[in-house]
């Protein structure tokens, strides 16, 4: 059973803009602390930005300043707008859903490229 649909992904010169986003069950976007993780060629997957269920967010020194999480609850849908884009932020990009007691979910991931 998918619990997780990300889309947004593709390609984009450095400088540019992408918006991710990540449909998630209504149990699961209530309950759990949702975020994105990426992982490039060669490395291990690292965090880049993270949402609790009482909107606290957390960043990666890396994209702080440039890159924003949301949650929208309308729509179950955690987004991640990604601006001022480097060719270091190449990477596929998964959602993830937390929960302490319960675990863990991730999405199939959706590439992003960034070119120089």
């Known amino acids: 059973q998918v619990q997780l649909v990300e889309s947004g992904g593709g390609l984009v010169q450095a400088g540019g803009s992408l918006r991710l986003s990540c449909a998630a069950s209504?149990?699961?976007?209530?309950?759990?602390?949702m975020g994105w993780f990426r992982q490039a060629p060669g490395k291990q997957r690292e965090l880049v930005a993270t949402?609790?269920?009482?909107?606290?967010?957390n960043y990666a020194d890396s994209v702080k300043g440039r890159f924003t999480i949301s949650r929208d609850n309308a729509k179950n849908t955690v987004n991640l707008q990604m601006n001022s884009l480097k060719p270091e932020d190449t990477a596929v990009y998964y959602c993830?859903?937390?929960?302490?007691?319960?675990?863990?979910?991730w999405g199939q991931g959706t590439q992003v490229t960034v070119s120089s």
């Open positions: 949402i609790t269920t009482a909107d606290r967010t």
């Open positions: 209504e149990y699961i976007f209530r309950m759990y602390a």
């Open positions: 993830n859903a937390h929960h302490p007691y319960h675990g863990d979910y």
